[in-house]
């Protein structure tokens, strides 16, 4: 501890990295809303009618595959959405479509956990979405597998199950805005940066979980994520 700070940093986000010791220290997590279109139209959207739009959670809402997080305060309708998880490696601002795949280190699988009532409750009021969506754990995240041993996955299964039954079910080519387009959306309207990860969206089939649940998720056969809730 030196005298910069007058009190100790607080620790650093990171994720796990697939086949390695060392982490990937975590800068912001940006999401994307609705991303599919089955999802979109479950949550009332006209999928053909919106430029993808943008939301964030704290780098410290992480949590990792494995654990088991409390059901958490002031919802009653604590909600799954599984999805692709992109790891950002090189950063950049107006990054075009064609180059956006070289700025990626890797892919994982994600929970974006909503309290749902709050989301709705702040979508009646034109208030932020931060306390349905920005709140303690709730970012769960597999390890990273990197781009340059899997490639980019243009299609795979990306499936949530709940207690071992099939909850969430989609394909990676059923994106309405695939990842080249997420980052140079990003881009355009923040600078990307080494650290940053991109929650994609997540297919229909969201629904609420209880205390006690046990959730696994994968995507396209590379990565797999289990999370249990608490009391
Ligand atoms: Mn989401």
Same mark, same amino acid.
């Given at each position: 501890m030196t005298d910069a700070f007058v009190l100790p940093p607080p620790p650093q986000p990171s994720v796990a990295v697939a086949g390695e010791t060392r982490r990937f220290a975590v800068r912001r997590i940006f999401c994307v809303g609705r991303n599919y279109a089955d999802h979109a139209r479950e949550m009332g959207?006209? !999928?053909?009618r919106e430029l993808p739009f943008f939301f964030c959670k704290p780098a410290d809402a992480l949590v990792a595959d494995g654990s088991t997080i409390p059901y !958490? !305060?002031?919802?009653?309708d604590f909600q799954h959405e599984v999805e692709l998880v992109v790891a950002i490696a090189k950063g950049g601002s107006n990054i075009a479509r064609e180059a956006a795949l070289e700025h990626v280190f890797g892919y994982g699988v994600g929970i974006d956990f909503t309290r749902r009532d709050l989301q709705q409750e702040a979508k009646d009021k034109k208030r932020p979405w931060d306390w349905g969506k920005g709140f303690d754990q709730s970012a769960p995240c597999s390890a990273i597998h990197k781009a340059s041993e899997?490639?980019? !996955?243009? @299609?795979g299964r990306i499936h949530l199950a709940v207690n071992g039954e099939g909850r969430q079910d989609g394909d990676l080519? @059923?994106?309405?805005?695939p990842v080249a387009d997420v980052i140079a959306f990003i881009s355009q309207s923040m600078a990307l940066a080494p650290g940053d990860l991109i929650y994609t969206g997540t297919p229909a089939g969201v629904g609420p979980v209880v205390a006690g649940d046990v959730l696994t998720c994968d995507v396209a056969g590379i990565a797999t994520l289990s999370i249990a809730i608490g009391k």
């Amino acid at each position: 501890m030196t005298d910069a700070f007058v009190l100790p940093p607080p620790p650093q986000p990171s994720v796990a990295v697939a086949g390695e010791t060392r982490r990937f220290a975590v800068r912001r997590i940006f999401c994307v809303g609705r991303n599919y279109a089955d999802h979109a139209r479950e949550m009332g959207a006209d !999928p053909t009618r919106e430029l993808p739009f943008f939301f964030c959670k704290p780098a410290d809402a992480l949590v990792a595959d494995g654990s088991t997080i409390p059901y !958490p !305060p002031q919802t009653r309708d604590f909600q799954h959405e599984v999805e692709l998880v992109v790891a950002i490696a090189k950063g950049g601002s107006n990054i075009a479509r064609e180059a956006a795949l070289e700025h990626v280190f890797g892919y994982g699988v994600g929970i974006d956990f909503t309290r749902r009532d709050l989301q709705q409750e702040a979508k009646d009021k034109k208030r932020p979405w931060d306390w349905g969506k920005g709140f303690d754990q709730s970012a769960p995240c597999s390890a990273i597998h990197k781009a340059s041993e899997i490639g980019h !996955p243009a @299609e795979g299964r990306i499936h949530l199950a709940v207690n071992g039954e099939g909850r969430q079910d989609g394909d990676l080519n @059923e994106l309405i805005w695939p990842v080249a387009d997420v980052i140079a959306f990003i881009s355009q309207s923040m600078a990307l940066a080494p650290g940053d990860l991109i929650y994609t969206g997540t297919p229909a089939g969201v629904g609420p979980v209880v205390a006690g649940d046990v959730l696994t998720c994968d995507v396209a056969g590379i990565a797999t994520l289990s999370i249990a809730i608490g009391k």
